[in-house]
Nanobody, 121 residues
Framework: QVQLVESGGGLVQAGGSLRLSCAAS????????MTWHRQAPGKQRELVAV???????NYAESVKGRFTISRDNAKTTVYLQMSSLKPEDTAVYYCAAARNSMWRLGRYDLWGQGTQVAVSS
């Protein structure tokens, strides 16, 4: 069973960058599609980025060209490099793991506890 712990959040000025990490413990990491989500105050949680077990990536339109998801299976860690940050990127960011293509159905096996990202204008 994989467990997930996010880190790397913080306060940054608009236009700045942050890199979030999601460290997985347990077996089977490489078999999961790994995803990043975010939830801003008063808003629904939204899927931000996906990286499949094969390394294919997908992004929300709002972050395309600014965010990059990657994974290191040897370190059992998934990353979210965020650049050109905007105040509207302010949210709690969560990583989640999904078997196969279950992320397309919104079905996740595991969630991390979240890390806060705040972008000041």
């Amino acid at each position: 069973q994989v467990q997930l712990v996010e880190s790397g959040g913080g306060l940054v000025q608009a236009g700045g960058s942050l890199r979030l990490s999601c460290a997985a413990s347990g077996s089977g990491f490489s078999m999961y599609a790994m995803t990043w989500h975010r939830q801003a105050p008063g808003k629904q949680r939204e899927l931000v980025a996906v990286i499949t077990s094969g390394g294919s990536t997908n992004y929300a339109e709002s972050v395309k060209g600014r965010f990059t998801i990657s994974r290191d299976n040897a370190k059992t860690t998934v990353y979210l490099q965020m650049s050109s940050l905007k105040p509207e990127d302010t949210a709690v960011y969560y990583c989640a793991a999904a078997r196969n293509s279950m992320w397309r159905l919104g079905r996740y096996d595991l969630w991390g506890q979240g890390t806060q990202v705040a972008v000041s204008s």
